[in-house]
């Protein structure tokens, strides 16, 4: 050895090599599960949406129209101005996502609730508010327990008297002018409080009153260019006003980012001139299985005839019950763990209990529901209620194991200032500690959703019926869902025309679904942790 | 108003005010609930499962077709028509699916969270860590459709004789469904790992493929092991992905020799749906093997998830 003859000659030499190669391993481990996904996304989606049976003509026109110039502004701004670029990609993306969902929403108002019905329960609601805020206001004085009494009995009269003598009222106003006050004043309201918070509280009036007016547009124009009043406000008040709004407002505070309208415009103009241009010169476009057709139409025989939208009203019902109550019962057992337990076995128990709770296969939660709901409390097989049950249940753990986190993530600081201030326990909670945790909160219910949204298991275990021809329309009306009626064509009706028509075509509706919650979920978390 | 008067004002106790107490009490129940679930889904599976066995069957009054406790546990027949409930032909296609997972997710999962603990730049972690996210968020029905339609075709161009529904690419994408599980909770312990460490190793002279093979991994080995349990209990409880892709013919392999991956087998989960896919009569014995079946299930993935548990709380190494 160099050391016992007292000198060292040399530090000696390392090999990179089994270091470089280490790396490339790890790093293709890495990417194998991305890239197999990706390969499998590319095969389906060329499956259901065949774009090699369009004409040559059609690609070379959006070729011309669409793709060339976005990539031409794109890259351009890109090099630029990159925050632009992502303030055009936002817009777009926005505009995109919202139309998917304002398409969902507007379903239900075509097909599942009649627009006066929930015209009535919007009303219901407002007025049990404004009396339960007047009573707030009237004294304090009062003790608590007659204020909440009081506010108990308002709230059940209005919302049992309200809808009723509503709907049976002789004459009412026009569809478009329901759904704009319904759907488009809360929507004004949200957007005037931005406005208000920005802008201070005079624009306020304005923006209500202008986002009243487009969305009441709606149902005047909508029938001009062939869609009828109904989905006509619900797109405007649940897709155009909020994107417009998110545009109009970060022009207004960064206002160095307006080339990113640009890129916004060529795609959207791109979009139009091409379809305009192909239908102009005959182009026929690809024979996709994913048409309106298919978003439209119910099961058949025959797989190019089978159609997802009962499924989707379904999907969309589920969420709806899901969401109702798997985020009040999971945010406030968060609470419940994090702001109020004292740490005795009862609390642990619970810790581990809810823990081990995530790990329950989904069968089991299945047979939970068939179990409980359908033998001991003796509901019918299958109905939209049971269904969002057992799936709230089987988020629940997951609800409740992120909202944990995002309350976790609020500094004590801030709750030791409020309680320094002389507030209790509750308002502390109230006012301090949610809206401080809501969006990591809402990232993770929205995951928690997503996941719903993808079970089969359970929907089959208490016996959601594999074909379904028409919406459900109540609580109590069987279901079926996006993953159940893709299971049932790929097991029941297991067949060559299915696996290449049917199968990928409601995959891919499927996946645009669930990957566009994903990203609005990863894009709020982004956010959420930037600005803390 | 005197000034006792206003102290009593000023320091009135608001634990107890009812608004505090109703409040409370609804964020209890709801914490509460997770309980009544557990206890729930306990109750029901044994006492469903206890209905179906003869040896307990009396004890809940139940008359009608019973089935051995013997017969449930070693026999090697699943056929529900002749009422032939044997559970090993699906236990041991379950152990298959399980192995065959393990094989694919495990070392490429433990791969990815050292690549994005000890090597990835943040701006590759934060194109990385949502993509993986992704592959988790594929509904497993998808996955089982991947596999009958595009993976099974490919490996048969390799492998001739593979079945059509075969344990091989139902694997394989079980494996895909849990690498995010493996690599995210394997992550979170090697990032556990003080810095410290690694600096000492370097220190030292190691190069960064000895500190992180040599000390982050086993500094954070007792995570890597749980997380490995909770995935293969996830891939346990897996169910639609296997109901498509493995077929539904009941049959007992040996899931250590490669070739019975050949064929199609019919795990517990899938079982358990095609149970219900047939005509489903509420409390006959086909409904109660159901649960059988489920408390069985129950039980393997409540166990892995408390192993789980104590493997990270007893061997985590404190820093």
Redesign the interface.
């Known amino acids: 050895m160099a050391t016992e003859r007292g000198t060292i000659e040399s530090?000696g030499h390392?090999s990179?090599t089994?270091?470089t190669v280490?790396?490339y391993?790890?790093?293709a481990?890495?990417l194998?599960?991305?890239v197999?996904?990706t390969v499998?996304l590319i095969?389906?989606a060329n499956d259901a949406i065949r774009p090699l049976t369009a004409d040559p003509g059609w690609h070379l026109t959006f070729l011309l129209t669409l793709v060339l110039p976005t990539l031409a502004v794109g890259a351009y701004l890109f090099r630029t101005d990159p925050a632009s670029f992502r303030f055009g990609g936002a817009i777009v993306g926005t505009l995109a996502v919202s139309t998917m969902f304002a398409g969902g929403v507007a379903m239900l108002f075509v097909d599942i609730v009649e627009p006066v019905t929930w015209f009535a329960y919007v009303l219901a609601l407002c007025l049990a508010l404004g009396g339960v805020v007047v009573i707030e206001r009237l004294d304090r004085r009062l003790?608590?327990?007659v204020r909440?009494v009081a506010a108990g009995v308002i709230v059940l009269v209005s919302l049992l008297v309200v809808p009723g003598a509503v709907t049976s009222l002789p004459v009412y106003p026009s569809d478009g002018v329901l759904l704009t006050l319904s759907v488009g004043a809360p929507i004004a309201l949200v957007v005037g409080r931005y406005v208000a918070a920005a802008d201070g509280r005079r624009r306020r009036v304005a923006a209500v009153v202008a986002t009243l007016v487009v969305v009441g547009l709606g149902a005047f124009v909508g029938p001009l260019v062939g869609v009828t009043p109904v989905p006509a406000t619900v797109v405007l008040a649940v897709a155009v006003v909020p994107t417009g709004g998110y545009a109009i407002g970060r022009i207004r505070r960064n206002p160095e980012r307006r080339a990113g309208l640009g890129l916004a415009a060529v795609i959207l103009g791109g979009t139009v001139v091409g379809a305009v241009a192909v239908d102009a010169l005959g182009f026929a476009g690809p024979q996709s299985w994913v048409d309106w057709g298919f978003l439209t139409s119910a099961h058949s025989g025959t797989a190019a005839n089978a159609g997802l939208y009962p499924a989707i009203g379904g999907s969309i019902l589920l969420m709806v019950t899901v969401a109702a109550l798997s985020f009040?019962?999971?945010?406030?057992?968060a609470?419940?763990?994090e702001?109020?337990?004292p740490d005795n076995r009862l609390t642990r128990?619970?810790d581990?209990?809810?823990?081990?709770?995530a790990?329950?296969?989904?069968?089991?939660y299945g047979?939970?529901g068939l179990?409980?709901f359908?033998?001991y409390l003796g509901q019918s097989t299958g109905t939209v209620l049971i269904g969002g049950a057992t799936l709230a249940?089987l988020i629940?753990?997951i609800v409740?194991i992120s909202a944990r986190e995002a309350l976790r993530s609020v500094p004590d600081s801030m709750r030791q200032a409020s309680y320094g201030m002389g507030a209790?326990?509750?308002q502390t909670?109230k006012n301090v500690v949610l809206p401080r945790a809501f969006p990591g909160i809402l990232t993770g219910t929205i995951?928690a959703l997503?996941?719903a949204?993808?079970?089969?298991?359970p929907l089959?275990?208490i016996?959601a019926p594999?074909v379904l021809f028409s919406l459900p329309t109540a609580l109590s009306s069987k279901v079926s869902a996006m993953?159940l009626q893709?299971?049932a064509w790929?097991?029941?009706f297991a067949s060559e025309p299915f696996?290449q028509a049917a199968?990928p075509a409601g995959?891919v509706v499927?996946?645009i679904v669930?990957?566009s919650m994903?990203s609005i979920a990863?894009v709020l978390r982004n956010k959420y942790q930037s600005d803390q | 108003m005197s000034t006792d008067d206003l102290t009593q004002d000023l320091t009135r106790r608001t634990e107890n005010a009812p608004q505090e107490l109703l409040t409370r009490s609804f964020f209890f129940l709801c914490a509460v609930l997770s309980i009544v679930t557990t206890l729930s889904i306990i109750v029901l599976l044994t006492t469903e499962a206890a209905k179906f066995f003869s040896v307990t069957a009396p004890l809940m009054g139940v008359e009608g077709p019973t089935a051995s406790v013997v017969d449930f546990l070693t026999g090697t027949e699943w056929v529900i028509n002749n009422e032939q409930f044997g559970v090993l032909p699906l236990v041991s296609a379950t152990l298959a699916i399980t192995i065959g997972s393990a094989v694919v997710s495990l070392p490429l999962g433990v791969a990815t969270a050292i690549y994005l603990s000890e090597y990835a730049t943040p701006r590759a972690r934060s194109l990385l860590k949502p993509a993986l996210e992704v592959l988790a968020g594929v509904p497993t029905v998808v996955y089982g459709f991947f596999a009958v339609v595009y993976i099974t075709p490919a490996l048969k161009t390799i492998i001739p004789n593979l079945g059509t529904f075969n344990m091989l690419s139902a694997s394989i994408v079980v494996g895909i469904m849990i690498i995010p599980m493996v690599a995210s909770i394997s992550e979170d312990a090697m990032s556990a790992v003080p810095d410290s460490l690694r600096q000492a190793g370097y220190g030292m002279g190691a190069t960064k493929f000895d500190v992180s093979v040599g000390i982050v991994v086993p500094a954070s080995l007792s995570g890597i092991f749980s997380s490995f349990i909770l995935a293969l209990s996830r891939a346990i409880g897996e169910t639609m992905a296997v109901t498509v892709a493995a077929g539904s013919q009941a049959n007992l392999l040996n899931p250590l020799n490669p070739a019975s991956y050949l064929e199609g087998a019919l795990p517990m989960t899938a079982a358990m749906v095609n149970l219900l896919t047939g005509d489903i009569t509420g409390g006959g014995i086909a409904y109660r093997s159901l649960f059988a079946i489920g408390l069985t299930l129950f039980v393997i993935t409540l166990v892995m998830n408390i192993i789980s548990d104590l493997v990270a709380q007893r061997y985590r190494e404190e820093y």
């Open positions: 530090f390392v990179r089994a270091g280490f790396r391993l790890l790093l481990a890495t194998f599960g991305i197999a996904l499998l095969y389906v003790p608590f327990l909440f009040p019962l999971g945010v406030g057992a609470v419940y763990l702001e109020y337990a128990f619970i581990v209990n809810i823990s081990n709770l790990g329950v296969p989904s069968v089991v047979l939970l179990g409980v359908v033998t249940l629940l753990p409740i209790t326990r509750w909670i995951l997503g996941r949204i993808g079970e089969t298991a089959i275990m016996g594999n993953p893709v299971y790929a097991s029941l696996y199968v995959v499927l996946l669930l990957l994903n990863i």
